[in-house]
């Protein structure tokens, strides 16, 4: 076992035909090996699917948003019941988002200011006031292994000058982040680990400023924010072989947002570790299923009388015990099991795709692997 105290990351191989390495993160709760998808759980739960299932679909480590845990059921009340894991039962490393996204999602609800963010709840209307020492105050109750800065998420398009304030005001509200994660008196542990978010929209020479003003401040790991968000696929490689070389080789590289098969292998060629996304969760519950051979939507008529499991190289649950025919009948007699069964399917395509993409740089054939999946899963249904 590899030896070294929390928060560092340790990189175990570098691929030798392109950017893609074999890391490990070590956290309070547990060793990561990365390269590494996290599940989405934005109230602290993937939905419809028990922790357990969740273990022994091999998740190491689930997303949580602080923004919506801070509204309901509280900080304070998951502190008390001894934190997020403690609360939900899962015991494994987590990370909570420090609510910048809603900021960006959420528009109708926020007004920005230098010092933070006023926003509604959605849930009843009542005002708040977010500011980066409360933001890591909250997710230091939450009791996250790794928490992120608050920042400013910007749209896509967005003018140059907006997105260059956004920059700024992302490094300032960084400043002060960390400075609270290391004098906040609840948490004296050091158990947790901080990341820094770098912003700046499609602009290659923002995102580079942010990079070196990141570095400057010393996070324990970083994060690419902004990105997935409705801009072209060639902007945001772009971005990324402006900034992951800039990166130091000995902290973890996150990419927030993105997570389809397709990215999940480009991305990881480029050098990212991390990597987080709905598309496994959200889509199971609209029907879509992530296969060896495709993705496809059950909801199909097509598949009626279709008495194969969803993937023929899967052994989950759902593709051991159900069929194609079966899981259409539960959708169209609106029967909420569907939503848990795709859901559960798709996160374990997720997490073997991710064994799949490390034991390929284990033995240094990544671009062979990439090519032979992508060649199938493009065959679709």
Request: with cysteine; hydrophobic share 30%.
């Given at each position: 076992m590899i030896s070294y105290k929390c928060g560092n990351f340790c990189l175990v191989k570098n691929s030798s035909e392109c950017k893609a390495r074999l890391g490990q993160i070590n956290t309070a709760r547990g060793f990561i090996d990365t390269p590494v998808f996290m599940p989405v759980g934005t109230y602290g739960t993937i939905k419809g699917i028990p922790c357990c299932l969740l273990r022994d679909a091999k998740v190491q480590i689930m997303l949580a948003n602080s923004y919506h845990l801070y509204l309901r059921p509280g900080a304070d009340y998951i502190k008390k019941s001894g934190g997020i894991q403690q609360f939900n039962s899962w015991h494994k490393p987590m990370l909570t988002d420090s609510g910048g996204?809603?900021?960006?999602?959420?528009?109708?609800?926020?007004k920005v200011y230098d010092d933070g963010v006023e926003f509604k709840s959605p849930i009843n209307g009542e005002k708040h006031f977010f500011y980066p020492e409360k933001s890591i105050r909250i997710q230091k109750d939450i009791g996250a292994d790794i928490i992120m800065c608050l920042d400013e998420?910007?749209?896509?398009p967005v003018d140059y000058n907006i997105a260059k304030n956004s920059v700024d005001l992302s490094i300032k509200w960084a400043k002060r982040c960390h400075h609270e994660f290391y004098t906040y008196s609840s948490m004296t542990d050091n158990t947790q680990i901080l990341f820094g978010i770098i912003q700046g929209s499609i602009y290659n020479d923002l995102r580079i400023q942010s990079t070196y003003e990141m570095l400057d401040i010393n996070f324990d790991g970083y994060a690419i924010g902004g990105l997935s968000v409705g801009e072209p696929k060639h902007y945001m490689y772009s971005v990324l072989q402006s900034v992951?070389?800039?990166?130091?080789?000995?902290k973890a590289r996150y990419l927030m947002g993105v997570g389809s098969p397709e990215d999940l292998w480009k991305c990881v060629e480029l050098g990212v570790d991390m990597f987080d996304c709905v598309i496994p969760t959200r889509n199971g519950r609209n029907g879509q299923v992530l296969t060896s051979i495709g993705k496809f939507n059950i909801k199909?008529?097509?598949?009626?009388?279709?008495y194969n499991s969803l993937d023929p190289n899967c052994t989950c649950l759902t593709c051991n015990e159900y069929s194609r025919a079966y899981l259409n009948y539960l959708i169209k007699s609106h029967d909420i099991l569907y939503m848990s069964l795709l859901s559960l399917h798709n996160i374990h395509f997720m997490m073997n795709l991710m064994h799949t993409i490390r034991e390929a740089l284990k033995l240094d054939i990544f671009i062979q692997e990439k090519e032979k999946f992508l060649k199938q899963y493009n065959v679709g249904e």
């Open positions: 996204f809603q900021i960006f999602s959420l528009q109708n609800f926020t998420c910007t749209t896509y992951l070389p800039i990166l130091p080789t000995n199909n008529s097509k598949f009626k009388n279709d």
